[in-house]
């Protein structure tokens, strides 16, 4: 029972969140959808890779040992980030098409729920640890 936990320290997950989130204003004030791009292909290389080159950058600057900052959950921090680069894709659609409604809505959800993390509340934590109780209850209702 010797795993390893895989971690990422908090300074870098914050440092993801407010590229998002900064991304999302640079675009409403510009008008220039495609900042949005940046931030998607960051989250996007992180899920299929291993490699996002935000966090691998803010590494550069750290001060201590990356294991002598708290720690977030690698399993948490993909499943927000999925949920990032959904509503990242959906804004750049909706931009590209000329859907207001649609390109707000999403980009709004984005800034908010990174912002808010920024905060101390987890949004995506929250959906995910409520599916995960839901999976749970489910599991408990079938028959054997």
Request: hydrophobic letters at 45%; charged letters at 10%; proline letters at 6%.
């Given at each position: 029972m010797n795993e390893k936990v895989r971690s990422i320290p908090r300074p870098l997950v914050r440092l993801n969140q407010w590229f998002i989130f900064l991304s999302v204003i640079a675009t409403w004030v510009t008008g220039q959808y495609?900042?949005?791009?940046?931030?998607?292909?960051?989250?996007?290389?992180?899920?299929?890779?291993g490699f996002n080159p935000i966090m691998r950058i803010g590494k550069l600057f750290l001060r201590k040992h990356p294991s002598a900052?708290?720690?977030?959950?690698?399993?948490?921090?993909?499943?927000?980030?999925i949920i990032a680069i959904t509503m990242l894709s959906l804004g750049i659609i909706g931009y590209a098409f000329d859907w207001t409604i649609v390109a707000l809505t999403a980009?709004?959800?984005v800034a908010l729920a990174s912002f808010v993390a920024i905060l101390g509340f987890c949004v995506g934590c929250y959906i995910r640890f409520q599916w995960q109780q839901y999976k749970f209850r489910h599991s408990q209702r079938l028959p054997n």
């Open positions: 495609l900042i949005l791009t940046l931030p998607l292909v960051a989250g996007i290389c992180g899920i299929l890779f900052y708290i720690p977030e959950d690698v399993d948490q921090q993909q499943f927000n980030q980009t709004g959800m």
